[in-house]
């Protein structure tokens, strides 16, 4: 069962995740990352699967292994471009997560670091909200 707070999330969630702006719950949080993984996860997956075929050998099994060079650039480009959303997105949620936190905001930056990032992400999600 979705809370009442929720609703919002359901109705702005690209505010949510793209606005560096306010303070959000651990639920907020958890959801917001969910909603990242599941938007980003149709392109990034499709498109390594599309770039099979152009270093294949035997190039007439895939569909996209007659593209141009440019057609290839931009492909990549479109993944980079999903993959710097991710981590703005996921930034964004940090920034918010943390000032709800009672912590600064640029302790969002720790979730960059390998290994450690995903401790922060656990704390995140667990670590109660501060007491107004």
């Known amino acids: 069962m979705i809370l009442p707070h929720h609703k919002e999330f359901l109705m702005k969630p690209f505010y949510l995740i793209f606005s560096p702006h306010g303070q959000i719950t651990r639920l907020d949080f ?38 141009s060079g440019l057609l290839k650039i931009v492909i990549v480009l479109i993944y980079m471009v999903g993959l710097v959303g991710m981590l703005y997105s996921s930034l964004c949620l940090g920034i918010k997560r943390f000032r709800n936190a009672g912590f600064s905001s640029w302790c969002s930056l720790l979730l960059l670091i390998p290994y450690l990032g995903l401790l922060v992400f656990l704390f995140l999600v667990f670590y109660p909200s501060q007491d107004k």
């Open 30 to 67: 958890l959801l917001g990352h969910i909603f990242i993984v599941l938007l980003a996860s149709i392109p990034l997956y499709l498109i390594p699967i599309m770039l099979s075929g152009f270093f294949d050998p035997n190039p007439q099994q895939y569909a996209f292994s007659s593209a």
